[in-house]
């Protein structure tokens, strides 16, 4: 993907979450966005999926504007796969509705097609078996890889990873980085928000370091984490890989 932020700036309730950001990615297929809790990292993903709306500047994606009518910001969410933390799947709903639900009603498909769609992504991810369960009798790895197979469903230009695994415990997050990283080798596009760092080092093709609202390092994956050069992304670095 190239993405292309131009003096990108969101204000919530007149502080700024992100503050007069430009930056540009020539070329990356995994793109790892880093950084302290509060820097405006879920605010830039939200921006990028057309989740939230711009208060100033422009985003451009593989050359198209990101759109700021809402008409258009429909149409652009329709493109991309979004994962959040945990908890965004329907309660009451299996598995398998789960997926078929928004392709008939949101994106106008046949109920035939949806359940073949939805059956092949349950396969892809070893969750056949549990296709007739509800989310609270799955495991939250399992839960996860239900949504992750529910963003991929619309055949997504882009997805988008807002901390996937920070509600898991170590072998279910592992499960969950695992599916991330087979959907980047099959050649995906992903941006990725993560604190588990030596996931974003494997997956990274470039990683941006966000404080405060600003962009501070912007870099190939194994520049940043080898060289950095802004002592705050050190600063960073050394505090989160230090357990
Ligand atoms: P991160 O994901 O890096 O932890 P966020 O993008 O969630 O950071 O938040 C950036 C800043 O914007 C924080 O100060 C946060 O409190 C604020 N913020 C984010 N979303 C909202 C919102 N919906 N309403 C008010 N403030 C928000
Ligand atoms: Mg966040």
Known sequence: MRLKLDR??????????????????????????????????????????????????????????????????????????????????????????????????????????????????????RLESHAHKKPSELSGGQRQRVAIARALSINPRFMLFDEPTSALDPEMAAEVLDTIEQLRAEGRDLIVVTHQMAFARRIADWVVFMAEGRIVESAPGAALFDCPTDPRTRDFLAKVLKY
């Open 8 to 125: 990108v700036s969101k204000r919530f309730g007149g502080q700024p979450a992100l503050d007069d950001i430009t930056v540009e990615i020539q070329s990356a297929r995994s793109l790892v966005l880093i950084g302290p809790s509060g820097s405006g990292k879920s605010t830039l993903l939200r921006l990028i999926g057309g989740l939230e709306t711009l208060d100033g500047g422009t985003i451009e994606m593989d050359g198209e504007r990101v759109p700021v009518d809402a008409a258009g910001l429909l149409q652009h969410r329709r493109k991309i796969g979004t994962v959040f933390q945990a908890f965004n799947l329907f309660p009451h709903l299996t598995a398998l509705a789960n997926l078929t639900l928004p392709l008939e009603k949101a994106h106008g498909m046949e109920r035939a097609k949806a359940a073949d769609i939805a059956g092949a992504l349950l396969a892809k991810f």
